[in-house]
């Protein structure tokens, strides 16, 4: 097809951060920008890098190494970052601390938004909590809570301490999470008492009980009392 049900204002346009970058690396011709795009991607992501002021721990030595294979290229080789500390400490540096980081609106029409500056705190109390637990780098965590603000805290927290995040679907059942937490080997997951979606309570916590029993890597289930509802501690 070739009709066009939307054409973007000139002031949108001119206003949109792809025509920032354009003109930032000398670029009128939006063609000609998409071709050295595909033809250089080694300058465009090293150029994107740098534009969006992504931090490294560890700066890597060149941008894309495919001498294996276009199959099996290698991004960012001996490059070492952190995602929270580009997601949320960045920001507090720059000074963006009470700007908003998160903006949550639920199935009811509840909503809550974070701050920069709280998000930090409450990744900084989940985090902490995950290392007296005795998690720490390379351990794997299931994350198994629904679209909330606790998901993107979990996320960070679980990043922050160099464990590797594993995502269970808010509405999976417990045979799809167990099989996500024995094919990880998680050693925790992060779950709530449970949610509402369309008017109905989804009880998260006894799905998450149901897992657990057929992971025995699984030591410790951290629990998020999203909706204080009376729920078993006990598996």
């Not at 792809?18 to 998409?34: L, N, P």
């Not at 603000?149 to 999470?177: D, H, K, L």
Request: net charge neutral; charged share 25%; proline share 4%.
């Amino acid at each position: 097809m070739s009709t066009f049900v939307w054409h973007p204002s000139p002031g949108l346009v001119a206003q949109a951060n792809i025509t920032r970058f354009m003109r930032a690396h000398g670029f009128t011709d939006v063609d000609a920008f998409v071709r050295r795009t595909i033809e250089d991607q080694e300058w465009f992501w090293d150029a994107v890098v740098k534009d969006q002021g992504i931090r490294w721990t560890r700066p890597y030595t060149r941008v894309l190494d495919s001498s294996r294979g276009i199959m099996w290229p290698r991004w960012f080789p001996d490059g070492l970052l952190n995602l929270t500390d580009n997601c949320v400490d960045r920001h507090l540096d720059a000074g963006r601390g009470d700007q908003a980081a998160v903006v949550w609106e639920g199935d009811g029409g509840e909503t809550r938004t974070l701050t920069y500056r709280e998000m930090a705190r409450e990744v900084g109390r989940l985090a902490n909590a995950l290392r007296t637990l005795g998690v720490g780098r390379g351990d794997r965590v299931g994350v198994f809570l629904p679209m909330s603000p606790e998901a993107a805290i979990a996320t960070m927290a679980v990043t922050r301490i160099g464990a590797v995040y594993t995502p269970c679907f808010s509405g999976f059942g417990a045979q799809a999470v167990a099989s996500r937490l024995q094919d990880s080997e998680a050693v925790a997951l992060i779950t709530a008492d449970g949610f509402h979606r369309r008017g109905q309570v989804v009880r998260m916590k006894e799905t998450a009980d149901e897992a657990v029993a057929a992971c025995p890597s699984v030591r410790h289930v951290i629990v998020y009392r999203r909706l204080g509802r009376d729920i078993p501690w006990t598996g």
